[in-house]
């Protein structure tokens, strides 16, 4: 069964960084395109980034030139690097199929950024 555990949040002010990650198991997982997604409150889960490859990636409009998503195939994971983050960065982020809910959801980890 797969599992996807999401870690690396916390809270910032305006203008930090924070990296995620998100560990798979249960399945091949190089194989598989992979997305990170968020879901702030009272708004629905939304993509941020998904990536194939190293050098096949592709990022809401909202987070291009401040977030890079990236994978180590040998450790299984794949991160999002999160720059120059604003208030409206703040949501609780999920890691998933590249297509959303192509697996079970993880618990996510909580993004908080305010000053």
């Known amino acids: 069964q797969v599992q996807l555990v999401e870690s690396g949040g916390g809270s910032v002010q305006p203008g930090g960084s924070l990296r995620l990650s998100c560990a798979a198991s249960g399945m091949i997982f190089p194989r598989n395109a992979m997305g990170w997604y968020r879901q702030a409150p009272g708004k629905q889960r939304e993509l941020v980034a998904t990536?194939?490859?190293?050098?096949?990636?592709n990022y809401a409009d909202s987070v291009k030139g401040r977030f890079t998503i990236s994978r180590d195939n040998a450790k299984n994971t794949v991160y999002l690097q999160m720059n120059n983050l604003k208030p409206e960065d703040t949501a609780v982020y999920y890691c998933?199929?590249?297509?959303?809910?192509?697996?079970?959801w993880g618990q996510g980890t909580q993004v908080t950024v305010s000053s």
């Open positions: 990536i194939i490859n190293n050098y096949n990636t």
């Open positions: 998933n199929g590249a297509v959303p809910g192509r697996w079970p």
